[in-house]
């Protein structure tokens, strides 16, 4: 098998997952108002980079993903995988994981 | 990604979350009834402040959430996920972690 | 957010919930039947002052709470959210934890 | 709340709950049959003196409980909530936890 | 209530429950083949004696149970409720947890 | 109960369970391609000798099995029931344990 | 029972289960992008070498599955069954364990 290429526009997401670029702990919440500081080393915010096709119901239709590409989310500290391209972080989550938008 | 701003305004609760305003221990409760003093450590008393579009049902619909923007509700201690924004805590709740309406 | 008000008369169980006032234990049963001695720190004995609108179903409808207001009943020890309003105990439970009508 | 009679004749089942009466372990079974010892410690024979309504299905109708007053079981040991009505022993199991009528 | 009789014609499954009469381990088994020794000490081959009316289904039809009396069947090890009648060993086995037929 | 005969042909595999006949582990791989060495201590190949009639669905049809009678199978180590017939180590799988068909 | 030929070519995963042919540690990612180092020892991405038919519906029907051999894959750690094939590793994974395509 040839090298493979792990980038941000070649990873696609299955089925009801969100790949999401994890929010660096130093870029500071604007308005005054910031995360308490153990969402410094367990970052809990970022931004949708690419959504999967969404779930597939039991009568092979799909459950369209509700959130989409450069919404900014909050997410269950703990859930889904971590993966690191260069020296960005992401996480692959399922979109149930996904708590709310925050902007 | 620019800095992402956290406040009560701009979050949206996805699915079956509701967003809650915890309700700060040193607000006694009026008539003379109140907590048990274990409630002033672990507060499970709280103001909506915004609602999820409903939890997706298998055909597409959704089921309405029952509980509105400006209810207090009483809700089940140790569920949800905890965040605070400056000196506020919140916390976001699954709408079957809600026990009921207190006022 | 102003002080909260927690009553009986003001508290309203949500969903599948029962809002129930647990009998003290120096309330002695009568007839000479006796519940056994750890009944008496455990109580598990209660009369019902509130019913949620009942669980809802998939298709949108509920299922009806099918104990009411001013039932003794009879529920599980440990099930619940124990409440203290004044010197009085309650227990907000999900129906399925009521195990049976006792007067 | 007044104090609350508790009496084999006005404790309802609830659900698809059974009220049974343990089976004393000095009653000897007939016919030369015998328990094994331990059964004596932890009964598992009673006889059925009150049955719920059933177990409400999805579609609000109530699966009919297959044992009626006056059957005596077998059940599960463990199963069920223990109640003592004087010198008397019960115990309100659901109706899966019998598994076998025995005479 | 009188003295229960336990005996093997009395005892009706319920449900989806079968009764099985264990076989002795010195009941060897025929034509040179051998259960491993450690089944002696935890017998896993049985003789149906009684089956239940089938698991209920939802719309309240019944799934007949396959096997039927007289069949010997091979069951899990620790399955079921076990049972002494006399000197003879039962166990009141799950349909679920027969897993074979072998004669 | 007379004795037993436990033989390959006499047992009939229940519901959805498959009856697989270990591979003895000096049974060496062809074409140079191995096992790894933990597999010769706890097999995983084997070779179907009985099916059962499949799962029985909730409408009372059945889910015929995909495995069939001669088929070499990898399966799950771990899974289902060790029965050793004189010197042969057979296996009552589920069907889903079996992860592949290997020729 | 003949000697069992495990290979590539002769492997046919069941149901939703899908063959993945794992990415040797030193086939560096292109790009500059690398996958974090303890990537190295546990691999999580890799080639799909066979697909299943996919999983059976209730209703006999299948849900083909949605990634086809030649697809280079994210797969989590710790999911499926590790097999090794001369020196090449492979896994048999569920397609539910598959996170993304990754090119």
Known sequence: MAAVTLSVSTLKPLGDRVFVKV??????????????????????????????????????????????EGDKVLYSKYAGTDIKLGTDEYVLLSEKDILAIVS
């Open 23 to 68: 929010s660096a702990a130093e870029e500071k919440t604007a308005g005054g108002i910031l995360l308490p500081d153990n969402a410094k080393e367990k970052p809990q915010v970022g931004e949708i980079v690419a959504v999967g096709p969404g779930k597939r119901n039991d009568d092979g239709s799909r459950s369209e993903i509700e959130v989409k």
